[in-house]
């Protein structure tokens, strides 16, 4: 029988004072106008455009203006990550292979090695960009205070000419979430379906009940990563904020609109009920038969296609799911009405009370 779920609980209140202690304050954040750059907003038609552009072009008319604004920006962030000790001195940090990095939307990662540890770097790929220095200043000043087993490890920051400023991770030799999904020779048993499912309900769960909030925001395959032993761990706070601290309206990535929530594609707004749709829609994709958006019936869509059916209220398809429990917990997640949706406490308080009362009850069959 389908296990009740325990009934919703209220979200935590919003406030605006950081009480961790730790990283920018939000304060320290609007104080200094450190604005995320990469904006989309919906145009007449209903398709999205980027704002990207436009920033980028009137950076090119201030010349070299705006990008002596960065050496004052890093000088900021560098001072208090010395007094929260961890600013650490570029020529600790030794890159493997400089001309090969694996490249993200706006950023490059590398491989390289930290007091004989295997660690990665994150930099943007436009370092002279005042926006793109901006946002990776605000992921730094947000994932320093983070601390779970389930959350890539942040290990502190450095900067370096050329490169600019660097985001130091823990290294992460198992891949995506993506890679995971995609890979038809993984014949992954539900078992180990389960603790994947359950390693980041359980990261969501901390973030959404820390004070304040933290939204993700950008919550999808290619943003869970694996240690070399099968562990999960949420990653990228490059769209993460503190609830209360900023509006989150009008920042969105259009990566992949499946994980979107049909409010946030209407309102370019995230919030916590938008994490937690993008989890359903991960959850589905661990279950279902086939890669996700990709079955016989509908083959892999456009992120135009994903943007116009979930304005018209169409509901994704989740009909290959055949695992009762899977099942109700995703349609607890993808509600169409965000107050409907459970919260990841609950979500995950319900994946382990299942995992520790029977294994026996999560084989179920994903054909």
């Known amino acids: ?66 990008k002596r604004k960065i050496p004052s920006m890093i000088a900021r962030i560098r001072s208090v990550g010395n007094q929260q000790k961890w600013w650490i001195d570029h020529k600790e940090i030794h890159i493997q292979d400089k001309a090969n990095p694996k490249l993200g939307d706006v950023s490059k990662v590398y491989e390289a090695t930290w007091r004989s540890l295997k660690i990665a770097i994150k930099t943007v790929k436009h370092c002279t960009s005042p926006e793109s220095t901006n946002q990776l200043i605000e992921e730094i000043s947000l994932w320093s205070t983070i601390r779970h087993p389930n959350v890539v490890t942040f290990l502190g920051a450095c900067s370096k000419e050329p490169m600019g400023l660097m985001l130091m991770l823990e290294d992460m030799p198992g891949g995506t979430l993506r890679d995971f999904l995609e890979d038809k020779k993984k014949k992954a048993k539900p078992l180990m379906r389960w603790k994947i499912a359950s390693d980041v309900a359980r990261a969501m769960a901390f973030l959404h009940t820390c004070t304040p909030p933290i939204v993700h925001g950008d919550l999808n395959p290619d943003n869970v990563l694996f240690t070399a032993h099968g562990q999960a761990k949420v990653s990228d706070f490059g769209m993460g904020k503190c609830l209360g601290s900023r509006e989150s309206k009008g920042m969105i990535r259009l990566k992949d609109a499946r994980y979107l929530s049909p409010e946030t594609i209407r309102n370019l707004n995230y919030s916590l009920e938008s994490d937690v749709y993008a989890f359903g829609m991960i959850l589905a994709d661990l279950f279902q038969r086939f890669p996700p958006n990709n079955t016989p019936r509908s083959p892999k869509k456009s992120n135009d296609r994903v943007i116009e059916e979930a304005l018209a209220g169409v509901q994704p398809d989740i009909s290959s799911v055949k695992c009762p429990f899977a099942l109700t917990l995703i349609r607890l997640s993808i509600c169409t009405d965000p107050s409907e949706r459970k919260s990841f406490p609950e979500i995950s308080d319900a994946i382990e009370s299942k995992l520790s009362s029977s294994a026996d009850s999560l084989k179920c069959t994903l054909i």
């Open 1 to 66: 029988p389908a296990m009740a779920l325990p009934t919703k609980s209220p979200a935590p209140p919003a406030t605006k004072k950081n009480a961790s202690g730790v990283g920018l304050t939000v304060e320290q954040v609007n104080a200094n106008n450190l604005s995320p750059f990469h904006e989309v907003a919906m145009n007449t038609s209903g398709k999205f455009e980027s704002k990207l552009a436009r920033s980028r072009s009137v950076e090119t008319s201030l010349g070299g203006k705006a």
